[in-house]
């Protein structure tokens, strides 16, 4: 598989118009749907498993045995995968607990600017969140790092699976 290749739906594929994030059930009351959005802990989290997918030459890492096990990153860093997937950042390899970086998430990782916030609808029947609608809001990996945090750009691109270097 592919993994730079595959496409996030980010709009509704039927011209539906989109509810806004903050729509609640008419029925119920729950919120629709989960809001997520670049901070400085996803941001920490995406230069871990960068980090550990360079280490490999391999573009797909096991959160918790290869990052949470060996203490690179704690169990509540580990949970913002989740909102690393909504923002479209990484995607989850199907069976094998493994998390791959998209090009959304290299062009981040490489300090260009990407959509700050995406808006998930809830869990559907197929258990899986699908991607409604990304902000207009554009953030740059260094616009979240707190000051003197230095991240080296590191201009990579990921071709067949594989980390290729400048």
């Not at 730079?4 to 119920?28: Q, V």
């Not at 280490?55 to 290869?66: G, M, P, S």
């Not at 290299?106 to 197929?126: C, I, M, S, Y």
Request: proline letters at 4%; aromatic letters at 6%; hydrophobic letters at 35%.
């Amino acid at each position: 598989m592919e993994v730079e290749n595959l496409n996030l739906t980010l709009f509704s594929e039927d011209g539906d118009e989109l509810p806004d994030k903050n729509t609640h059930c008419e029925t119920c009351g729950q919120r629709i749907g989960y809001g997520s959005r670049i901070s400085r802990g996803t941001a920490h989290v995406m230069q871990a498993i960068y980090r550990r997918v360079k280490e490999k030459n391999l573009n797909a890492v096991h959160i918790e045995k290869e990052l949470m096990a060996t203490g690179i990153i704690t169990k509540t860093q580990a949970g913002n995968r989740t909102h690393l997937v909504r923002l479209g950042l990484i995607i989850d390899l199907p069976d094998t607990g493994n998390y791959a970086i998209t090009r959304r998430g290299q062009d981040f990782l490489n300090g260009k600017p990407v959509p700050r916030e995406a808006f998930t609808k809830k869990t559907t029947k197929d258990k899986h969140s699908h991607a409604l609608f990304t902000s207009d809001e554009m953030v740059t990996i260094h616009e979240v790092l707190k000051k003197g945090e230095y991240w080296e750009v590191p201009g990579f691109t990921i071709s067949e699976g594989r980390v290729i270097l400048p």
